[in-house]
């Protein structure tokens, strides 16, 4: 109870930017403490879980449940629990995927966007792979201000006349 993240709360834009902002602070100490901490089991975890993102991209999912795993494996590979659970439940709620809008673009669009995600995924496993906390903390920071940039984005252009 010491935490608690209302979802009626993240019915607007803003409050969703809101949570990626926290998103943003927790998740470049995690990646950065994972890099550091990992044991070789976190390690094939996160790859793993890196892999099955993959995957679901390839099989044309929209990879939601799967980047938050990606995401978990990293927060739990700091041995913090904390890490964990603050993630868990900001990442339940915040995964813009899972947006209508999203889900409604065209075939083409989604691709276009997920190669994006998929390639800011990418950096981020090759760093903590690597051991790098540095890389691994620029790519993480990078790929959640890209993720509230795109999420501003869909904001925007839902709010337009054009889309009504």
């Not at 978990?72 to 899972?98: C, D, S």
């Not at 276009?112 to 090759?126: D, K, N, V």
């Amino acid at each position: 109870d010491f935490f608690n993240l209302d979802t009626a709360f993240m019915r607007s834009l803003g409050s969703a930017l809101s949570i990626l902002e926290l998103r943003l602070a927790l998740e470049s100490e995690a990646v950065s403490l994972a890099c550091q901490r990992a044991d070789e089991a976190a390690l094939r975890r996160i790859a793993q879980a890196h892999a099955a993102f993959e995957r679901a991209i390839d099989a044309g999912q929209p990879a939601a449940e799967e980047d938050g795993a990606f995401h978990l494996e990293i927060a739990r590979a700091t041995g913090n629990p904390h890490f964990q659970e603050l993630l868990g439940m900001a990442g339940r709620i915040v995964i813009p995927r899972q947006d209508k809008r999203i889900l409604e673009m065209t075939a083409a669009g989604q691709a276009t966007y997920l190669a994006r995600i998929r390639g800011e995924h990418r950096e981020i496993a090759e760093a903590i792979q690597a051991r790098d906390a540095g890389a691994a903390r620029s790519a993480m920071r990078r790929h959640l201000t890209n993720a509230a940039t795109r999420y501003r984005r869909f904001g925007t252009a839902a709010e337009s006349p054009a889309s009504e």
